[in-house]
């Protein structure tokens, strides 16, 4: 057998350490052996995915987006917690634009707080 390495570990170092893997391997084939299941729990509180969602994914014309952001409304969640009338009030957001914004947020399971 002819053994080839890069040279960071000698040939013969190289066949003893696959040899040893492969018996490692092999052994659990041979004699199986029960390992205890180990349960990890995390507890979280609820996931709040609105305030992750830039408004930007509404698909508002982009004036519309602009002010909303220019009136402090970077996420879904900011949107939600001010609430219709408060969206409302920002320049340039009109019935057209909150009704958009209304009917995206029930297609996503929102409404206004």
Do not use: C, H
């Not at 040893?20 to 995915?49: F, H, M, R, W």
């Not at 949107?79 to 340039?92: F, P, S, W, Y």
Request: aromatic content about 6%.
């Amino acid at each position: 057998m002819e053994v080839w390495t890069d040279g960071s570990i000698a040939p013969l170092d190289a066949v003893k350490k696959a040899t040893a893997d492969l018996i490692t391997s092999l052994s659990q084939v041979a004699d199986p052996k029960e390992y205890e299941e180990e349960i990890v729990t995390v507890e979280t509180g609820p996931i709040n995915k609105a305030a992750d969602i830039s408004i930007e994914e509404i698909e508002l014309p982009l004036r519309v987006t602009n002010a909303l952001k220019k009136a402090g409304f970077a996420t879904i969640d900011d949107m939600i917690k001010a609430g219709r009338l408060e969206v409302r009030k920002a320049k340039n957001v009109g019935e057209k634009s909150i009704k958009t914004i209304e009917k995206w947020l029930k297609d996503n399971g929102y409404t206004w707080k």
